[in-house]
């Protein structure tokens, strides 16, 4: 049986992703749990945004973190971390969509439906329904460009380099997928931002778990 991980001091999550990371390739393997909860909610929103499944994003960010963690020595702090992690989970959620579609490009119109999810319908509040609904009725690489870009608050280059695009390809995609969304829900978006695609404590829970199970079996 696997002994119960020991606590992570308060000091210790407070540490930057650079001295994470230094620790974790010291051996601190359990640490990399605070990269995992830090980083959940951006991951989700990415990958959620580019699959439109809550199971398939959580899969491919599954899949991200195992990768991120095989590839840590890897990192060498050209860019920040944040954006090398996303990065990662943003070209796994792109294989897999390109996959599922046959080879389409990310850029074509996303012409799905998607039939009503009941974390959907529990959204509290009409309007982050509405918004929800409008921002999956983009195409993928415009969807994507939106999230990184403003949901997410990432500046253009992070999410240009998440994205493997230029800055001013960024930029188009962005402007399209603001003038396809309506004004009125544009401008009502900022409020409600933060309740999107949201990672609660449960899941965040369970994603931890999984990945530490896979990169640390000892736990």
């Known amino acids: 049986m696997n002994a119960t991980p020991r606590p992570i001091p308060a000091e210790t999550a407070q540490l930057d992703d650079q001295a994470l990371v230094t620790r974790i390739l010291a051996g601190e393997i359990g640490l990399f749990e605070l990269i995992i909860r830090r980083y959940n909610q951006r991951l989700f929103r990415a990958t959620r945004s580019i699959l439109k499944d809550d199971a398939e994003a959580e899969d491919a960010m599954q899949e991200a973190y195992v990768?991120?963690?095989?590839?840590?020595?890897?990192?060498?702090?050209?860019?920040?971390?944040s954006t090398w992690l996303t990065k990662i989970a943003v070209y796994e959620a792109l294989a897999r969509s390109k996959k599922q579609r046959g080879g389409m490009s990310v850029i074509e119109e996303d012409t799905m439906v998607e039939s009503e999810s009941p974390e959907r319908a529990a959204f509290s509040g009409e309007l982050r329904v509405v918004l929800e609904r409008a921002l999956e009725s983009l195409p993928e690489g415009l969807r994507a460009a939106y999230v990184l870009r403003d949901v997410e608050a990432m500046s253009t280059?992070?999410?240009?380099?998440?994205?493997?695009?230029?800055?001013?390809?960024?930029?188009?995609?962005?402007?399209?997928?603001?003038?396809?969304?309506?004004?009125?829900?544009?401008?009502?978006?900022?409020?409600?931002?933060?309740?999107?695609?949201?990672?609660?404590?449960?899941?965040?829970?369970?994603?931890?778990?999984?990945?530490?199970?896979?990169?640390?079996?000892?736990?």
């Open 67 to 81: 990768c991120a963690f095989r590839k840590l020595a890897s990192f060498r702090g050209e860019a920040k971390f």
């Open 157 to 219: 280059a992070e999410a240009a380099a998440c994205l493997a695009i230029g800055e001013d390809a960024l930029k188009m995609r962005l402007s399209r997928a603001r003038s396809l969304l309506r004004t009125r829900i544009t401008e009502e978006l900022g409020s409600a931002a933060a309740d999107l695609f949201a990672f609660h404590a449960p899941r965040c829970d369970r994603m931890v778990a999984v990945v530490m199970a896979v990169i640390d079996p000892r736990r």
